[in-house]
Nanobody, 122 residues
Framework: QLQLVESGGGLVQPGGSLRLSCAAS????????VAWFRQAPGKEREGLLCLSSGSGRTINVYSLKGRFTISRDNAKNTVYLQMNSLKPEDTAVYYC???????????????WGPGTQVTVSS
């Protein structure tokens, strides 16, 4: 059974950093594109970054600039989201999702983790 589980969320002060993890079971992550999304209360789910399958090319389909990076550790079957210079507006539940190809919309993604809460506050 294909499963994704996020971890690494928590409370961080503005300007701080967090690294989120997305661990997969039941399949190998490098055979799928894996994307990070987030959803704040009352807002639509927002795409952040996507890592393509195979070579693991980062695809910035969501026009996110600068502060976030995505990476993959094939040995651990885990994808990471490194978030730097965090701001209060980054507060949201963060999700990873897998699909054969990176998509500019969250709609095609069929495999999702349960999410991890990130709160940026002093």
């Amino acid at each position: 059974q294909l499963q994704l589980v996020e971890s690494g969320g928590g409370l961080v002060q503005p300007g701080g950093s967090l690294r989120l993890s997305c661990a997969a079971s039941g399949f190998t992550l490098d055979s799928y594109a894996v994307a990070w999304f987030r959803q704040a209360p009352g807002k639509e789910r927002e795409g952040l970054l996507c890592l393509s399958s195979g070579s693991g090319r980062t695809i910035n389909v969501y026009s996110l600039k600068g502060r976030f990076t995505i990476s993959r550790d094939n040995a651990k079957n885990t994808v990471y989201l490194q978030m730097n210079s965090l701001k209060p507006e980054d507060t949201a539940v963060y999700y990873c999702a897998a699909h054969p190809l990176c998509s500019s919309s969250y709609l095609p993604y069929k495999h999702w983790g349960p999410g991890t809460q990130v709160t940026v506050s002093s």
